[in-house]
């Protein structure tokens, strides 16, 4: 299984940025799906997460209400829109799925996701 993430870009605070991951092998509908991101010198961080079926998701505190997560099984995509975007988004953003069972019910551990993708930079700007 492969992930490559896409949109990441600059950005004016209370913009909005579209980040697309697509995976490539395996049985991406089967796969719980998360986006994190990380700053330099700082541990990587949740940002969402969604289940095999889309009708599960869940978001860190910072960016409820301003991004959501959302997958399409038939085009093996997941997508992160952000809205109302600000400096403190800035950041690497990283597509991650959970390939290898089991899956333990935690969208927001790091440790859920097995496969990951190799990041694209967000640059929010005041």
């Known amino acids: 299984v492969q992930l490559v993430e896409s949109g990441g870009g600059l950005a004016q605070a209370g913009g909005s940025l579209r980040l697309s991951c697509a995976a490539s092998?395996?049985?991406?509908?089967?796969?719980?799906m998360g986006w994190f991101r990380q700053v330099p010198e700082k541990e990587r961080e949740f940002v969402a997460g969604?289940?095999?079926?889309?009708?599960?998701?869940d978001y860190a505190d910072g960016v409820k209400g301003r991004f959501t997560i959302s997958r399409d099984n038939a085009k093996n995509t997941v997508t992160l829109q952000m809205n109302s975007l600000k400096p403190e988004d800035t950041a690497v953003y990283f597509c991650?799925?959970?390939?290898?069972?089991?899956?333990?019910?935690?969208?927001?551990?790091?440790?859920?996701?097995?496969?990951w993708g190799q990041g694209t930079q967000v640059t929010v700007v005041s």
């Open positions: 991650a799925a959970n390939v290898i069972p089991p899956y333990t019910g935690s969208l927001y551990v790091e440790g859920e996701y097995d496969i």
């Open positions: 092998g395996g049985t991406f509908s089967s796969y719980a």
């Open positions: 969604i289940l095999w079926s889309g009708g599960s998701t």
